[in-house]
């Protein structure tokens, strides 16, 4: 069984942590660190907070989360997809109220993890998690372009439509140079790797457009201009005023951000496990990532969660063990103590046009193109989701793909699930070798059922009992293909056996696995039908019902 809490960094101590690896992970972790920085600010000012704010979650989340994970090369800090979320609530609850939400969120992880549920949070469904990853893509990209533009648009408006109406009716605002800028920061960010993958086109964009402001003194809205200067240390910690009320009021949004941090930690856990060939441990990692936010609250920070494509870098670069996520949390202190005012003059559209290409990048459209192309049940889960997180609420989408994903599943279910007659054929040419050329005693009826015996599957044992012959003496049930049972099942299962035995007619059930009869002997079905008519094998139930058609 796995360990409850274990962290990844323990383990590496003890099997022995080699001056080479140290070596590789002091580099991979310096570039992480660097990869880290643009995106930690640009996360956090597309979030509607300040970039300091993006700089500490990285820092102290990132720190806490290497050293407690259950992964070896898990990267944390603010990602995109929290984006969204964190502008809501702040759009509803202020920026105490995000703090009190983070912090709870974090707690909700930690149990989340103690209850073992590292497993079960996995079985999000994939059009779900495309769905609403795609829709908050759409969201980050429409939201960077004010800035990418440099429209003079005013206060945004919180929904969607809104949004799109004000940025129709002022693009006749448009700043060209800040348009430039941009469009040099999305050309560098994509096409940088060409030149050399070491040092990320992001940073460079970044580079780019300081220099532009410094020697050239273009005029482009940077940081400094509507942020002031970033502050040059990490904020001491402190705990917000909380009462019954505030907890009850946040509790929503901080479930909402529980649930998609373990799913995208999780996520980003098993995508470096097909890296590096190894093994995480869910719960550990629930548990880091839950005190992460914790930490990353009490020190004013956003939610924070494992990073797909920095934890990719990581890896790519050489690193092994938990040592380079905390060298790329070190690596930004140091550039927050000491080039923080540097930071202040980077262009807001420089930063709009690395959101923009992290929205592509994030989008999955072509997974969302061959969704499309798939189930119906699939295709009506994607856009549900995708539409309600566009249009509605990130939660909402959440809450409405989960119901109608585990709605359209029990539908397959019980489509799948079927009761049947089986009769005696004559040739080999049928699906059920094992009847072919049987003679069957007389007024013996022969049903199977297969699939599991839920409520979705109600009405076919209402079918089975009007298809039963009036002159039928002896009725063999086979459930071989029955893996489960519930108790609508057994309720159901009951009544139809109920209506048989009144009838006079004797029930024979073969092929019973010990999970199914373990419930029917709870429930007391197995003395209903008689332990002497329940058999392991049909060929049982078959010679059973012989002699007794011969009375």
């Known amino acids: 069984m796995e360990h409850l809490f274990l962290p990844k960094f323990i383990t590496t101590l003890k099997e022995g942590y080699t001056r080479h690896q140290f070596t590789k992970d002091i580099m991979a972790g310096t570039i992480v660190g660097i990869v880290a920085l643009p995106l930690a600010i640009a996360f956090a000012i597309a979030s509607g907070v300040g970039p300091e704010k993006g700089l500490v979650t990285a820092i102290v989340a990132g720190i806490l989360i290497s050293l407690l994970g259950g992964s070896r090369v898990q990267i944390g800090g603010p990602t995109g997809a929290f984006v969204v979320i964190?502008?809501?609530?702040?759009?509803?609850?202020?920026?105490?109220?995000?703090?009190?939400?983070?912090?709870?969120?974090?707690?909700?992880m930690i149990v989340f993890g103690l209850l073992r549920l590292g497993v079960i949070i996995r079985f999000i469904p994939y059009p779900l998690t495309v769905g609403f990853t795609s829709g908050i893509a759409v969201l980050i990209f429409v939201s960077q372009i004010k800035d990418f533009f440099?429209?003079?648009?005013g206060p945004m408006p919180a929904d969607f439509a809104g949004k799109i109406n004000m940025l129709i009716v002022s693009f006749d605002t448009i700043n060209p140079v800040a348009l430039g800028i941009g469009v040099m920061s999305v050309l560098v960010t994509l096409f940088w790797s060409r030149i050399t993958a070491r040092v990320p086109g992001s940073l460079i964009a970044l580079l780019i457009g300081v220099v532009l402001v410094i020697v050239f003194g273009v005029n482009a809205e940077t940081i400094g201009s509507r942020f002031g200067e970033i502050p040059s240390r990490l904020p001491l910690p402190s705990f917000p005023d909380v009462s019954m009320d505030l907890i009850i009021k946040h509790i929503g949004p901080a479930f909402t951000i529980a649930m998609l941090g373990s799913i995208e930690s999780l996520l980003s856990a098993v995508v470096s496990d097909s890296m590096i060939g190894g093994r995480h441990r869910s719960n550990?990692?629930?548990?880091?990532?839950?005190?992460?936010?914790?930490?990353?609250?009490l020190f004013g920070g956003i939610p924070a969660t494992g990073a797909i494509a920095r934890t990719a870098t990581n890896v790519k670069n050489g690193g092994r063990t938990p040592v380079a996520g905390i060298v790329h949390a070190l690596v930004l202190l140091i550039?927050?103590?000491f080039a923080g005012k540097w930071a202040a003059l980077i262009p807001l559209s420089v930063l709009a046009g690395i959101l923009m290409v992290v929205a592509y990048n994030m989008s999955e459209w072509r997974s969302f193109v061959t969704i499309l192309r798939g189930s119906r049940y699939d295709v009506l889960v994607l856009l549900t989701s995708?539409?309600?997180?566009?249009?509605?609420?990130l939660t909402i989408a959440i809450q409405v793909g989960m119901v109608l994903a585990a709605l359209l599943f029990m539908k397959r279910m019980a489509d799948v699930a079927e009761v049947k007659p089986l009769v005696s054929y004559?040739?080999?040419?049928?699906?059920?070798?094992?009847?072919?050329?049987?003679?069957?005693?007389?007024?013996?009826?022969?049903?199977?059922?297969?699939?599991?015996?839920?409520?979705?599957?109600?009405?076919?044992?209402?079918?089975?009992?009007?298809?039963?012959?009036?002159?039928?003496?002896?009725?063999?049930?086979?459930?071989?293909?029955?893996?489960?049972?519930?108790a609508t099942g057994i309720h159901n299962f009951n009544a139809m056996l109920g209506h048989f035995i009144h009838k006079r007619k004797r029930v024979l059930l073969s092929g019973v696995n010990e999970t199914v009869l373990s419930e029917l002997r709870r429930h007391g079905i197995v003395a209903l039908v008689g332990k002497e008519n329940i058999f392991s094998h049909f060929e049982e139930a078959l010679a059973k019902a012989q002699r007794v058609s011969k009375r």
């Open 86 to 108: 964190v502008a809501g609530i702040i759009a509803n609850y202020g920026i105490d109220g995000l703090i009190i939400s983070t912090i709870m969120a974090g707690l909700i």
């Open 150 to 153: 440099g429209l003079q648009t």
């Open 284 to 297: 550990t990692e629930l548990i880091a990532q839950g005190i992460a936010n914790v930490g990353s609250g």
């Open 335 to 337: 550039i927050m103590l």
């Open 386 to 393: 995708f539409i309600l997180t566009v249009v509605v609420d």
């Open 426 to 486: 004559a040739s080999g040419d049928k699906d059920d070798t094992g009847m072919v050329g049987l003679e069957l005693p007389r007024n013996t009826d022969v049903f199977e059922i297969s699939g599991p015996m839920f409520f979705g599957v109600a009405n076919k044992f209402k079918e089975l009992m009007h298809e039963i012959a009036d002159d039928s003496d002896i009725i063999i049930i086979r459930m071989r293909n029955v893996p489960m049972i519930d």
